[in-house]
């Protein structure tokens, strides 16, 4: 890892060496390879064979496979990356009582799906079904991120709540469907004189098949006749992800998902499993949170606490109200493999592997090849629609996806941090007291902490889709307005002038103005492109929200200011350059495409609206999206047309919009595709019925190969408990706490806290505390006497949660000790 100075320093070396030799003109930008070609391959036992053939360079998707495992670490031509931040759940249509035909849901009922967590024998299945390579998950959280170990006692006593015990859950459900008007005839619960058969949707792929298997059995132990579908993602996606809910065309699918990078904070997960707020699929708009859970979530998101305490209580209650929701039950972590050829080097995530980062397309290489071509195998490719708006959120569409945009910052994959890419600078205020934190080596970030932030006036404070304008917050605000944060962000002097989109169009200041109006007005109703899914997200961020105001338009500054805050400084960001960061990017002048197809009601941004419409969920990539964009783009040439006229055309010029159609119509001429991105890599060609994506090198790519070149191996801690087998009641006991990285000693300055609990034999936290640092790679914990005379007599552990700084997953180490009279 390296700070902003560092990356700098790299530059200037690789400009040297360039120059040195006279030879500035034969300076690799961007990719260090010419050509990506991703290619379908489902099966990791295929994808390991044909690593070893070399018809793949890598496999970009993650198993838990232990016999491919195996096969991997037996050969010496293969190599893989460690994944953790994969997880399996169980993911259920909520809708109900009863669905539009009449048949009774029974997971329609929180009471059954709250019980249903106690069905799962989660030990069982991350040993027999995950051979191991998996850890038993009883919440959203991912034990490895910090925010496990912020609220470890509450979640150790749900987990023990919640503990496998079929004979409990078989009584709440027994009395829950009875409630419903349910019959339980010959041991099978009927509805109305009709068995009531649950749909089990589970994917084909991989553990998941196994999975289904295993829930249905346990259904059935409970009295329900169970189908279990097995299907593809491909196959599967339309019908849980897309369908109806209300159509019940399923009960139960088998979910897989997989945290992009390395998450410092999940205060944002509870919306997105939870409630409306963020994902716009019909599933999601038909969840009907418990109230109290749709607050705390929200609350958490807004950063609506001021301690970390606060934080704690908010987070430790919306764990409890999510088991009593439980839309989605969650049954393993996984810890994952992604298997490449020994000679190939890829930045990889430790949470998203290879597709949760935008480092990949910079960092592939062969050994110290320059140009050809690298064969990336994945698990499923082109599974849905591409657009930048609300396109597909797909790790498996992202793998390609985020290599052809490019970002204001980039994540750090070990550490989840953000390092500068086109920011260079930004200041970051705060209100004094709030638990904001930077690091060391930040050095393009400053804080500060004040009494009160004043928004200035001329800010702009609100989108007012009718009169197509920002209302200033002294109109909306006369009596004036304060804000908990205030950041500045600055981009680079040079980013109009070295910045292309794929099509050639230089980047400029409409490409980020158009995309963040478009964010506010799809969620107004008086808007031509109103979605009913963006407007939760459009309230959620009003009551946050507190302006924005451009201090110069080149170099680009502007001031952003909010409620919402985040405890790491380099986090307080809000990055225009790439507004619709989960989904991709796009020139303003295709975007307007797709605001003109949806406006005719042929196409939709989002998945929901285009179910609402009858219309396609738009694909600028491939598909039936094309023919339709390329009517538009006719439409838009005839008459020079700009979306929001009334605001843009003081940024956007008459001969910009001429010259940007004509150069859209151009690509499409050329590429048969309108996706057009600002990235390292372009998109060639999408390929749906072989399943195929073909990505070429950019070479106005305005960074050097290389620039990224430094994230070799994390520094993921090894942990080892050393403490007496018995301990006295009523005396001192002490346990030392061994922490190393590939043998060496891990030093103190790199390990934030080591938290201990200790538990007893039924698994209650007895008592918690940190352990202190004794010198590099030492730690000791010391029970008082008193502490230890209230251990119960027998079997006890202690449980230590290591948390270094050089990465951003937390290693776990235990001891167990008896406590005798």
Same mark, same amino acid.
């Given at each position: 890892m390296f700070n902003s100075k560092t990356r700098i320093a790299i530059l200037a070396v690789v400009l040297l060496f360039v120059l040195s030799f006279g030879a500035l003109a034969e300076q690799r930008m961007g990719t260090w390879v010419d050509e990506v070609i991703i290619v379908e391959e489902p099966s990791v036992t295929t994808a390991v064979s044909r690593l070893k053939a070399g018809d793949l360079d890598i496999w970009a998707s993650s198993s838990t496979d232990s016999n491919a495992f195996n096969a991997v670490r037996e050969d010496p031509a293969l190599d893989y990356y460690q994944v953790f931040g994969s997880y399996t759940e169980l993911t259920f249509n909520p809708v109900g009582p009863t669905f539009t035909d009449g048949r009774l849901n029974p997971l329609g009922s929180r009471k059954i799906r709250e019980a249903t967590n106690m069905l799962l024998d989660r030990d069982y299945?991350?040993?027999?079904?995950?051979?191991?390579?998996?850890?038993?998950? +009883?919440?959203?959280?991912?034990?490895?991120?910090?925010?496990? *170990?912020?609220? !470890?006692?509450?979640?150790?006593a749900l987990e023990i709540k919640y503990a496998y015990d079929v004979e409990k859950a078989n009584e709440i459900i027994a009395e829950e469907m009875k409630s419903l008007g349910a019959e339980l005839v010959n041991g099978k619960w009927h509805y109305k004189g009709e068995l009531i058969e649950i749909i089990v949707l589970a994917r084909s792929e991989d553990e998941r098949s196994q999975l289904g298997d295993y829930f249905a059995q346990q259904l059935g132990r409970v009295g329900f006749a169970v189908k279990v579908d097995y299907r593809s993602g491909a196959e599967a996606s339309p019908i849980w992800m897309l369908g109806d809910p209300w159509a019940g065309q399923w009960h139960v699918y088998t979910g897989g998902w997989s945290a992009p990078v390395v998450y410092r904070d999940q205060g944002h997960i509870f919306n997105q499993m939870y409630t409306r707020r963020t994902m716009s699929a019909p599933l999601w708009q038909a969840m009907e949170p418990i109230p109290e859970l749709d607050e705390v979530s929200d609350k958490l998101y807004r950063k609506e606490f001021s301690t970390m305490e606060e934080r %704690?209580?908010?987070?430790?209650?919306? #764990?409890? #109200?999510?088991?009593?929701?439980?839309? =989605?039950?969650?049954?393993?972590?996984?810890?994952?493999?992604?298997?490449?050829?020994?000679?190939?080097? !890829?930045?990889?995530?430790?949470?998203?592997?290879?597709?949760?980062?935008? #480092?990949?397309?910079?960092?592939?290489? =062969?050994?110290?090849?320059?140009?050809? =071509?690298?064969?990336?195998?994945?698990?499923?490719?082109?599974?849905?629609?591409?657009? /930048?708006?609300?396109? @597909?959120?797909?790790?498996?569409?992202?793998?390609?996806?985020?290599? %052809?945009?490019?970002?204001?910052?980039?994540?750090?994959?070990?550490?989840?941090?953000? +390092?500068?890419?086109?920011i260079v600078q930004m200041e970051v205020t705060v209100e004094e007291g709030l638990p904001v934190s930077k690091s060391p080596d930040s050095d393009w970030v400053t804080l500060d902490f004040v009494p009160e932030i004043e928004v200035p006036g001329d800010a702009w404070a609100e989108w007012d889709p009718v009169n197509q304008r920002f209302i200033t917050v002294a109109e909306k605000f006369p009596e004036g307005l304060t804000a908990t944060r205030k950041s500045v962000i600055h981009y680079a002097d040079d980013l109009f002038d070295t910045v292309k989109w794929h099509d050639g169009s230089p980047y400029t200041v409409g490409d980020m103005l158009l995309t963040y109006v478009l964010d506010w007005d799809r969620g107004y109703e008086e808007s031509q492109v109103y979605d009913p899914s963006a407007a939760p997200?459009?309230? %959620?961020?009003?009551?946050?929200?507190?302006?924005?105001?451009?201090?110069?338009?080149?170099?680009?500054?502007?001031?952003?200011?909010?409620?919402?805050?985040?405890?790491?400084?380099?986090?307080?960001?809000?990055?225009?350059? $790439? !507004?619709?960061?989960?989904?991709? %990017?796009?020139?303003?002048?295709?975007?307007?495409?797709?605001?003109?197809?949806?406006?005719?009601?042929?196409? $939709?941004?989002? *998945?929901?609206?285009?179910?609402?419409?009858?219309?396609?969920?738009?694909?600028?990539?491939?598909?039936? @999206?094309? /023919?339709?964009?390329? &009517? +538009?783009?006719? @439409?838009?040439?005839?008459?020079?047309?700009?979306?929001?006229?009334?605001?843009?055309?003081?940024?956007?010029?008459?001969?910009?919009?001429?010259? =940007?159609?004509?150069? $859209? &119509?151009?690509?499409?001429?050329? &590429?048969?595709?309108?996706?057009?991105?600002?990235?390292?890599?372009? #998109?060639? &060609?999408?390929?749906p019925t072989e399943r195929m994506v073909h990505l070429k090198r950019f070479e106005d790519y305005p960074f050097p190969a290389g620039t990224w070149s430094g994230f070799d191996e994390p520094r993921v801690a090894e942990v080892e408990v050393i403490g007496p087998k018995r301990v006295k009641s009523g005396e001192q006991a002490v346990f030392q706490i061994d922490i190393s990285f590939k043998g060496e000693a891990y030093k103190m300055e790199d390990i934030q806290e080591v938290k201990y609990l200790v538990l007893d034999a039924a698994g209650n936290v007895a008592f918690s505390g940190y352990g202190s640092g004794i010198f590099d790679g030492w730690f000791e914990v010391k029970l008082t006497p008193e502490e230890t005379a209230q251990l119960p007599i027998g079997s006890n552990t202690i449980e230590v949660i290591v948390l270094p700084t050089l990465v951003g997953g937390a290693t776990f180490g235990s001891h167990t000790f008896v406590t005798l009279p």
């Open positions: 299945i991350a040993q027999e079904i995950y051979g191991g390579l998996a850890v038993p998950k +009883h919440n959203m959280l991912n034990g490895s991120f910090v925010d496990y *170990s912020r609220v !470890v006692e509450t979640a150790r %704690t209580a908010l987070y430790s209650r919306a #764990l409890e #109200l999510a088991y009593e929701d439980s839309p =989605r039950i969650f049954v393993v972590d996984q810890t994952s493999f992604l298997p490449h050829r020994a000679e190939i080097s !890829v930045a990889s995530d430790l949470a998203g592997g290879v597709s949760g980062t935008g #480092l990949w397309p910079m960092t592939i290489r =062969r050994g110290d090849e320059v140009g050809g =071509r690298i064969t990336m195998g994945a698990q499923q490719v082109l599974v849905d629609p591409w657009n /930048p708006v609300e396109g @597909s959120n797909q790790s498996f569409d992202q793998l390609a996806i985020r290599a %052809t945009f490019d970002r204001g910052f980039m994540t750090d994959p070990f550490t989840g941090n953000y +390092h500068p890419q086109h997200s459009l309230q %959620t961020a009003l009551k946050s929200f507190r302006g924005i105001k451009i201090i110069s338009l080149d170099p680009f500054v502007y001031e952003y200011y909010t409620e919402s805050w985040s405890l790491d400084a380099e986090m307080n960001i809000s990055d225009i350059f $790439a !507004v619709y960061f989960n989904y991709g %990017t796009a020139p303003w002048h295709t975007l307007a495409l797709g605001m003109m197809a949806e406006i005719n009601g042929e196409l $939709a941004f989002s *998945s929901s609206k285009a179910n609402s419409l009858g219309a396609e969920w738009l694909g600028y990539h491939a598909g039936p @999206s094309l /023919p339709i964009l390329k &009517k +538009h783009l006719d @439409s838009a040439i005839e008459t020079n047309y700009l979306p929001y006229e009334n605001f843009l055309s003081d940024f956007i010029s008459e001969e910009e919009i001429a010259t =940007r159609y004509a150069n $859209a &119509k151009a690509w499409y001429e050329a &590429k048969g595709h309108f996706w057009i991105g600002n990235g390292p890599l372009y #998109l060639e &060609k999408a390929y």
